[in-house]
């Protein structure tokens, strides 16, 4: 597997996994190997797959509104937002950029952290050009503070499975902690795993999402499985 240029599988309308619809919202379950939003690469972007779904769902004859909510790195899976309306846009981009929202993160690692449950403060720096967040245990210039919680959830063969309850959003953020402390992600070698993934994916799930509804009042608590290979059904 060349760690550069993986190949991914594509995705499509009629592969796309809907864990919810209303008037306002749609959540998918994300597949490793789609992006969120378009970049250079020039591949289509999990929005564009959503509006096609949309589109084709509802036979809607022009341009689909969607809303990109919040992101997810190309090569993890799991739980992504959207919004299909322009005031649940503006509110959801509210809810998150205040932190007002619970995200559970699954992850798979070949050390075990010591101790087997805490929380981890950093100083991230992220350099673009690499596309990669570098840690710092005291606050450097250009830094921005990273906190997370995480418990060992169990023990497999040769791994253990971590849950992460993300407390700030920042780039990397989880695989760039979780690296600081010796325990890089399995496939994630640019920070620190020895070997690639089949799918050019990485093992860290977007697991739960949980927020208030951006227009009604009910409080809204998103689940989704793993991708569906034999280290992930090992944590079932």
């Known amino acids: 597997m060349n760690s550069k240029n993986p190949i991914y599988q594509k995705s499509n309308s009629s592969n796309l996994q809907v864990l919810y619809e209303d008037n306002h919202l749609i959540v998918v379950n994300k597949r490793v190997g789609d992006l969120v939003q378009g970049d250079k690469t020039g591949d289509s972007p999990l929005s564009d797959i959503v509006k096609q779904y949309l589109k084709e769902k509802y036979n809607k004859p022009g341009n689909v509104f969607l809303g990109v909510v919040h992101?997810?790195?190309?090569?993890?899976?799991?739980?992504?937002?959207f919004a299909k309306t322009s005031k649940a846009l503006t509110r959801l981009n509210k809810l998150?950029?205040?932190?007002?929202?619970?995200k559970t993160y699954w992850a798979i690692v070949k050390n075990l952290p010591e101790p087997q449950a805490a929380t981890l403060t950093h100083w991230l720096v992220r350099n673009p050009k690499?596309?990669?967040?570098?840690?710092?245990?005291?606050?450097v210039p250009n830094s921005k503070k990273a906190i997370l919680s995480y418990g060992v959830l169990k023990k497999l063969?040769?791994?253990?499975?971590?849950e992460i309850d993300l407390k700030t959003g920042r780039h990397h953020q989880i695989r760039a902690q979780l690296a600081a402390i010796g325990c890089p992600i399995k496939g994630d070698l640019k920070y620190g795993d020895k070997r690639s993934n089949i799918d050019g994916g990485i093992h860290l799930h977007a697991r739960s999402l949980q927020l208030g509804h951006p227009v009604g009042?009910?409080?809204?608590?998103?689940?989704?499985?793993?991708?569906?290979?034999?280290?992930?059904?090992?944590?079932?």
Do not use: M
Not at 96 to 102: E, H, K, L, P
Not at 130 to 139: D, I, L, V
Not at 157 to 162: C, F, I, T, V, W
Not at 226 to 233: G, H, I, K, Q
């Open 217 to 236: 009042n009910e409080q809204l608590n998103f689940e989704a499985n793993p991708p569906n290979e034999p280290l992930w059904n090992a944590c079932s």
């Open 130 to 139: 690499q596309n990669k967040s570098y840690a710092h245990k005291k606050e």
């Open 157 to 162: 063969d040769s791994y253990y499975l971590l």
């Open 71 to 81: 992101r997810l790195d190309r090569p993890t899976s799991g739980i992504v937002l």
């Open 96 to 102: 998150f950029a205040i932190g007002d929202t619970q």
